[in-house]
């Protein structure tokens, strides 16, 4: 009984917003399987129209799957992650806002460049008993992110949606995710040498803070290894306070510059999209300018 009163709430929703398309209703079901169908002041608390709304938005615009519990097997044993029940719903709706406004940037075209499939919400997110806040599958082309590593921390899961995405992107466009490109590599002073990888810093205090503490780089994390440097520049980039601040050391630094340079004609090869006026509208949304 409860199914069919929630059911029944949902679908006269459903025609009130005149959504017309199956995606809306698959998303619905998603998060009537998380609120595990009970009463009605839990479906009033989950469903929120603004929260359905901004996923099935997401879903219809780039082609992408959200998921928060049940998910496929992913391509490595030691990725874990636990599904996300109704305890967990309003920090879900918190970062369902957060993550619709980031993803919001990209245009359409060019998600669907970097093979993007699925995104899965999730909670306990851990890759060789390590946790993370969020890990690229390659090879089934889904995103995981943890709702709650992290999320104390001013800006931290703004960041991290775009820089993970990031290293999806090297795999898919580049042939590897840890890709050693040479063109970035002579962008560095000719002695610098990177560290052991990103993997290897993870417990490491303050390594990530964006302070440019070296002519090149905007944290410590961005040294420890090529991929990382690029995916730190790129989540940048995409992150109103960062942008801001890169772009401010890169008038005195002309290997940040260079850099900065690399990656938005890279972005801009792979969709047209990411040009000039791209990077002048983010500002004025990111700045309010
Ligand atoms: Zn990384």
């Known amino acids: 009984?409860?199914?069919?009163?929630?059911?029944?709430?949902?679908?006269?929703?459903?025609?009130?917003?005149?959504?017309?398309?199956?995606?809306?209703?698959?998303?619905?079901?998603?998060?009537?399987?998380?609120?595990?169908?009970?009463?009605?002041?839990?479906i009033h608390q989950i469903c929120q129209p603004l929260h359905i709304q901004k996923l099935a938005r997401l879903e219809n615009t780039y082609g992408v799957k959200f998921s928060y519990n049940d998910f496929a097997k992913p391509s490595w044993d030691s990725l874990k992650s636990d599904d996300l029940t109704e305890t967990d719903l309003s920090r879900l709706k918190e970062y369902i806002t957060l993550f619709s406004s980031e993803f919001s940037k990209y245009p359409p075209a060019f998600v669907v460049k970097t093979g993007l499939k699925q995104i899965c919400?999730?909670?306990?997110?851990?890759?060789?008993?390590?946790?993370?806040?969020?890990?690229?599958?390659?090879?089934?082309?889904?995103?995981?992110?943890?709702?709650y590593r992290g999320h104390t921390q001013n800006g931290y899961h703004a960041d991290v949606i775009h820089h993970e995405y990031y290293h999806m992107?090297?795999?898919?466009?580049?042939?590897?995710?840890?890709?050693?490109?040479?063109?970035w590599a002579r962008l560095n002073a000719p002695d610098f040498k990177y560290g052991n990888g990103g993997a290897a810093a993870q417990s490491v205090t303050d390594v990530g803070v964006y302070n440019h503490p070296i002519q090149g780089f905007a944290s410590l994390y961005?040294?420890?290894?090529?991929?990382?440097?690029?995916?730190?520049?790129?989540?940048?980039?995409?992150?109103?306070?960062?942008?801001?601040?890169?772009?401010?050391?890169?008038?005195?630094?002309?290997?940040?510059?260079?850099?900065?340079?690399?990656?938005?004609?890279?972005?801009?090869?792979?969709?047209?999209a990411i040009n000039d006026d791209f990077w002048s509208e983010l500002s004025d949304k990111n700045f309010g300018g």
Request: aromatic share 12%.
């Open 1 to 42: 009984m409860g199914h069919l009163m929630i059911s029944e709430y949902m679908i006269q929703l459903y025609v009130k917003n005149d959504y017309h398309n199956y995606k809306f209703t698959a998303c619905i079901i998603i998060l009537l399987a998380l609120a595990g169908c009970g009463s009605k002041a839990q």
């Open 121 to 147: 919400f999730c909670k306990n997110l851990e890759v060789g008993r390590q946790y993370r806040a969020a890990i690229p599958d390659y090879y089934t082309e889904t995103l995981y992110y943890d709702i």
């Open 169 to 183: 992107i090297e795999q898919q466009l580049n042939g590897d995710a840890y890709y050693k490109d040479p063109a």
């Open 222 to 272: 961005a040294a420890t290894g090529l991929e990382e440097d690029k995916a730190v520049i790129f989540a940048c980039l995409m992150v109103a306070k960062n942008h801001k601040k890169i772009m401010q050391w890169s008038q005195k630094d002309t290997i940040l510059a260079t850099k900065i340079k690399y990656m938005k004609d890279f972005l801009n090869q792979i969709c047209s």
